[in-house]
C-alpha cells in the first residue's frame, strides 16, 4: 500500500509520462493499492481553466489508480492566499501537502518533468518493506522521448554526481545529499517531523533541511541508484512565461555567506527538529481530511501577511 505524491506547478508538467511509467511497472492486482496524490499549483491559476486541467489529470490515470487531485494548501507565498504580488517557489508547502491526504502508512514523492526508469517502483516497494527512507536518483536531459512509459532515447545535459559518490546500488547516504525530486519514507516519520520545513520557502534548500533533520532524528537515509528518474530540461509553451521566483536575500552584501541559505543551514543546526512549522499539525490535517472526510477548505489554515524571520520585512514587501 503506497501514496505517491507528485507535485507540479508547470502546465506542461509531462504527467503522463510518470503515469505511463507506472502503468508500465504494475498490473491490476498491485494498481488498487497505489495511491497518486496529484498537487497542482495551476489547479486554481486564473490563467488555466480549471475542468480542462482536472480532465487532463484524470484522463491520465484512468481508472488504474486511485486519484486525489488538489491545489497546494494555502500559503503566504504563491496561489489563491498568497500574500505576495507574485508567486514564489514553495516546495515545502506543497509537498506538505501531498501528505495531507495520504491514506497509506508509506508515502513518496516524485516532481512533474520526469520520467520514472523501470526500476523505480520496485525500488520504493522494496524500501517499503524495510521501512526505510530512500533518495532517489536522476539525470537531467534534453529531448527525452517516452514510449509506452519507458524512455527509449534522450541527450545528457546533467548526470546526479552522488551517482559517482557511492559504489553501491543502495547506500547510507550523507544528510547534505537528500534532494527532494524522488524520495521516499513512512508517513509516520513525516509526521512526527512535522514535515518539510516551510520557513524555505520563497528561498530553497527545503529538501537537504529535510535530510539533516531525518539524520538528526536517529533514522539513516540511504540513496538508491536504482530508484531513477529521467528530468527534461526543456521548457514547454506557455510555462516559459510562468515563473516562480526564488530569492537568496543576505544581510550584508558583501559576506556571500550573509543570506538566507546560510541561515536556514545554521538553523537546522540548532532549532527543535520536532518542532517546526509549529502553527499547524500535519497529522491532524491528514486525519481530519482522510479519516474524518473534512472539508480542506475548511481544515486548513489561511496566511496572513507577517514579519519575515530573516528580513524583518512583511512577507508581503517580498524577499
Known amino acids: 500500500m503506497l501514496s505517491i505524491v507528485y507535485i507540479t506547478f508547470r502546465e506542461h508538467c509531462k504527467f503522463e509520462w510518470f503515469v505511463d511509467s507506472l ?31 482536472r480532465d487532463f489529470i484524470k484522463n491520465c490515470v484512468g481508472n488504474h489508480f486511485e486519484l486525489v487531485h488538489v491545489p497546494p ?3 503566504a507565498w504563491q496561489g489563491k492566499y498568497r500574500v505576495t504580488s507574485e508567486n514564489y517557489f514553495a516546495a515545502a508547502n506543497t509537498r506538505n501537502t501531498g501528505a495531507c491526504y495520504a491514506k497509506y502508512d508509506y508515502i513518496a514523492f516524485h516532481d512533474d518533468l520526469g520520467c520514472p526508469s523501470q526500476t523505480w517502483l520496485q525500488s520504493v516497494l522494496n524500501a517499503r518493506l524495510k521501512n526505510e527512507v530512500h533518495c532517489g536518483a536522476y539525470t537531467k536531459a534534453h529531448d527525452i522521448v517516452v514510449e509506452s512509459g519507458v524512455v527509449v532515447s534522450k541527450r545528457d545535459n546533467g548526470v546526479d554526481h552522488r551517482l559517482s559518490v557511492y559504489r553501491q546500488d543502495i547506500s547510507p547516504a550523507y544528510n547534505s545529499h537528500f534532494y527532494g525530486s524522488s524520495f521516499c519514507m513512512p508517513l509516520e516519520l513525516y509526521f512526527k517531523l512535522n ?14 533541511e529535510f535530510g539533516a533533520r531525518i539524520m538528526k532524528s536517529g533514522v539513516q537515509f540511504y540513496y538508491d541508484k536504482l530508484m531513477f528518474i529521467y528530468e527534461s530540461e526543456e521548457i514547454f509553451g506557455s510555462d516559459r512565461e510562468r515563473k516562480c521566483i526564488r530569492a537568496d536575500p543576505k544581510k550584508n552584501p558583501n559576506d556571500p555567506t550573509s543570506d538566507l541559505s546560510h541561515y536556514m543551514l545554521d538553523y537546522v543546526n540548532t532549532c527543535d527538529i520536532y518542532k517546526i512549522n509549529s502553527e499547524f ?6 486525519h481530519k481530511i482522510v479519516k474524518l472526510g473534512m472539508d480542506p477548505e475548511t481544515v486548513f489554515l489561511k496566511p496572513v501577511d507577517r514579519i519575515h524571520f530573516f528580513t524583518h520585512k512583511l512577507i508581503s514587501q517580498g524577499l
Not at 195 to 208: H, K, R, S, V
Open 195 to 208: 514535515g518539510i520545513n516551510e520557513m524555505c520557502d520563497g528561498n530553497a534548500g527545503e529538501d537537504y
Open 23 to 53: 502503468l508500465a511497472q504494475t498490473d491490476e492486482s498491485l494498481r488498487k493499492w497505489i495511491q497518486i496524490i496529484v498537487v497542482d499549483g495551476l489547479l486554481h491559476d486564473p490563467a488555466v481553466t480549471e475542468s480542462d486541467r
Open 281 to 286: 499539525s500535519l497529522r491532524d490535517y491528514n
Open 73 to 75: 494548501k494555502p500559503t
